[in-house]
T-cell receptor, first 114, second 114 residues
Framework: KAGVTQTPRYLIKTRGQQVTLSCSPI?????VSWYQQTPGQGLQFLFE???????NKGNFPGRFSGRQFSNSRSEMNVSTLELGDSALYLC?????????????FGQGTRLTVV | AQKITQTQPGMFVQEKEAVTLDCTYDTSDQSYGLFWYKQPSSGEMIFLIYQGSYDEQNATEGRYSLNFQKARKSANLVISASQLGDSAMYFC???????????FGTGTSLTVIP
């Protein structure tokens, strides 16, 4: 069974631009979460989508947004990019619900803002 | 307060030896799950092992075992018979009953020496 697919793998953008990252979860998984990983802040939760609805949101500015489509694929968008947005963005898919539900991660999109 | 604390930024272990990676957590939830993930340089987070807060026995998965001490709020990962391929970052994570997000520690970089 195919794993979590994130595209693109690498991205270079200029300050002020916007970017859209894509995540295709494992078939049958309706919960998709996004995390930002930086050397300084570590792994931080951005948001979670379930059945096209945002269920939970981390402490990030409104420039960070996302959505989920009816096939569970998710996109996240960052507008007005800043240098500090350079990070590895990880997407995780899981079955909904309990604390023991494992999350499967993609390989991430490495975003560099110059 | 930090939800997950990993106090060992870097660890070295001789090939075929065992190593323990430390993790302490903080939660007021009665129901929670503790996870360990491995992140090689490729970026993908690979699930290793899970321990539920109500599980009385320590979890084991092959060469990985989780030393769960609930009263001390610790969930240390033990890797037995280390292999060169074990060299990677290791993250301890927690999921609480009150939300679906993972809280991650800052990670431990493990290097296996031949």
């Amino acid at each position: 069974k195919a794993g979590v697919t994130q595209t693109p793998r690498y991205l270079i953008k200029t300050r002020g631009q916007q970017v859209t990252l894509s995540c295709s979860p494992i078939s049958g998984h309706r919960s998709v979460s996004w995390y930002q990983q930086t050397p300084g802040q570590g792994l931080q939760f951005l948001f979670e989508y379930f059945s096209e609805t945002q269920r939970n949101k981390g402490n990030f500015p409104g420039r960070f947004s996302g959505r989920q489509f009816s096939n569970s694929r998710s996109e996240m968008n960052v507008s007005t990019l800043e240098l500090g947005d350079s990070a590895l963005y990880l997407c995780a898919s899981s079955l909904p619900g309990q604390v023991g539900t494992e999350a499967f991660f993609g390989q991430g999109t490495r975003l560099t803002v110059v | 307060a930090q939800k997950i604390t990993q106090t060992q930024p870097g660890m070295f272990v001789q090939e075929k030896e065992a190593v323990t990676l430390d993790c302490t957590y903080d939660t007021s939830d009665q129901s929670y799950g503790l996870f360990w993930y491995k992140q090689p340089s490729s970026g993908e987070m690979i699930f290793l092992i899970y321990q539920g807060s109500y599980d009385e026995q320590n979890a084991t998965e092959g060469r990985y075992s989780l030393n769960f001490q609930k009263a001390r709020k610790s969930a240390n990962l033990v890797i037995s018979a280390s292999q060169l391929g074990d060299s990677a970052m290791y993250f301890c994570a927690m999921r609480e009953i009150t939300g679906n997000q993972f809280y991650f520690g800052t990670g431990t970089s493990l290097t296996v020496i031949p």
